[in-house]
């Protein structure tokens, strides 16, 4: 067998192993569950998602925010949600006026409603803009729900559920992040339309 082939083997192989620690760990199992139940909850109050993420996060958190605002598995009516990066003009406004910090806190500020929920997706659990983007969501009564790595970083403190995936590797990280968000929004698009 090549070289390549054991890599991509390797690869495969550590990816698996990350989502059986998942499957195995009732505590982050419960996480999930609370999750759903949390969205699912505002939703039907009327509420909203919103998103944040920064580089391949970012593009996970957009990824997440159309599957809700599209759709998943069916053809139903779209649910508010929206990754909060995704209007250029603001935010090189915003992180050139002011700080790259401040780009997700601002429009927390701005747009968020008591009952919505924030979620924010970091692999570290460590970044700024979104750990103040947390803090200006707790003022507001916005429900907060962090997507990390193992240790949960500074964003354990704030979330009211955290996801923290077992591993210290970014890209097996990112990629249960994205099996869980698939799967918090399967069960709400289930439970939201009573399949």
Known sequence: MSVHLNSIKSIISSSIQVKAHILGDAALLNSIEQAVNIVLTSLK?????????????????????A????????DRKALPAEAL??????????ANDYSYDVVYSRLVEGIAQPGDVLIG??????????????EVAKT???????FTGASGGQMRELADVLINVPSQDTPRIQESHIMIGHIICELVEHQYFKL
Do not use: M, P, W
Request: contains cysteine; glycine residues 10%.
């Open 45 to 65: 109050s009327g509420n909203k998602l919103l998103f944040c993420g920064n580089g391949g996060s970012a593009a996970d958190a957009q990824h997440l925010a």
């Open 121 to 134: 997706l970091s692999t570290s659990g460590n970044s700024k803009n979104i750990l103040n983007a947390f």
């Open 67 to 74: 599957e809700f605002s599209g759709r998943f598995y069916i």
């Open 140 to 146: 507001k009564n916005v429900h907060i729900i962090a």
């Open 85 to 94: 990066h995704t209007n250029t003009s603001y935010l090189t406004a915003v």
